[in-house]
């Protein structure tokens, strides 16, 4: 799998289906954030940062994929260094707005490779990572896969040449590291009327299996990842785009992010899914993941 794949039309290669073996939900731990971070408020963000004392758990998540030509991760979690580097963020005011922010639980046990391993894989046979966006809880084990090719979107990737990153949650030092074979992207025009509304495309195989959309709204250069496999429902890998798949179809937004993009996003997801009844739309933070995947195999009942 390489950048240079070119996107085609789904419905071009017939044994697309049979690519994935198997999509799966890991956890690198946990997360209190605010209701009004999650489901949104009409208070100004620094208020609900400083003031709320309402919390939500929520899961830090990131997937595999076995695909017949190896293994893709999308997103890669958070890093347990967050917790015992007192410099890991190295702005003194994010590491005091962080904690007021979220409230990590998160151990050493829940680094990428050794969750892997535990799961019967190796970090060492990870092909590919598509990135949804560079929040330093989406690439915190990119140092554990230092063979991987990293992909993320050119738009998001642009970010790292503007003046703060930080204040958005991009932390540099944790992004540009030594072997880091980061692989910046281009959409290119769908040739599928199915996707054609989100504007571009990527095939990530080059076999119509695992399609990547941008999706811009929690960050400028989000994406997300169309999964078909043999029998499955579609799925829908969404990143941050909304915490739980509910909140994306009633409109509800967050209380972060650019509304007038979320807006626009959303509105394309739910185009989609009336395109495809079945589909599957799974949040990296939504604590039904799980289940999500598990309705989308074959022979599951939604009802």
């Known amino acids: 799998m390489t950048p240079e794949m070119e996107t085609r039309k789904i419905d071009e290669t017939p044994d697309a289906g049979t690519a994935i073996k198997s999509v799966r939900v890991f956890s690198s731990g946990w997360a209190d954030q605010h209701e009004e971070h999650r489901f949104g408020t009409s208070l100004p963000q620094l208020w609900w940062v400083l003031m709320s004392r309402s919390w939500v758990r929520t899961p830090i998540n990131y997937f595999l994929i076995e695909h017949r030509d190896g293994l ?4 890669t979690g958070l890093d347990p260094a967050i917790k015992t580097d007192p410099h890991y963020v190295s702005s003194a005011l994010g590491r005091f707005l962080l904690r007021r922010i979220f409230r990590l639980h998160i151990d050493a046990d829940d680094r990428l490779d050794r969750v892997l391993a535990a799961n019967n894989y190796s970090a060492g ?22 063979q991987a090719q990293l992909i993320v979107s050119a738009r998001e990737w642009a970010q790292l040449s503007e003046p703060h990153p930080e204040r958005e ?3 540099r030092e ?8 980061w692989c910046p992207i281009d959409f290119q025009p769908a ?4 996707l054609e509304p989100f504007g571009g495309t990527y095939d990530v195989a ?5 399609v990547l959309l941008p999706t811009p709204g929690h960050t400028p250069g989000s994406l997300s990842m169309l999964v078909r496999a043999q029998c499955w429902s579609p799925v829908l890998l969404v990143g941050d785009l909304a915490y739980e798949a509910s909140l994306l179809m009633n409109d509800t937004l967050p209380g972060t992010g650019n ?9 394309k997801v739910r185009q989609l899914k009336q395109k495809l009844p079945d589909l599957v739309i799974v949040p990296s933070h939504d604590a039904d993941a799980e289940r999500a995947l598990w309705l ?3 022979g599951q009942s939604r009802d």
């Open 206 to 210: 080059g076999d119509g299996s695992m």
């Open 72 to 75: 893709v991760l999308f997103d």
């Open 174 to 181: 944790h992004i540009e590291i030594p072997d880091a074979k």
């Open 296 to 298: 989308a195999q074959p």
């Open 259 to 267: 509304p007038k993009q979320l807006r626009a996003t959303y509105s």
């Open 125 to 146: 046979d990870i092909g590919t990572a598509v990135i949804s966006h560079l929040h330093f809880d989406h690439v915190g084990g990119i140092a554990r896969i230092p």
């Open 191 to 194: 040739d599928d009327p199915l």
């Open 169 to 171: 949650w991009i932390l």
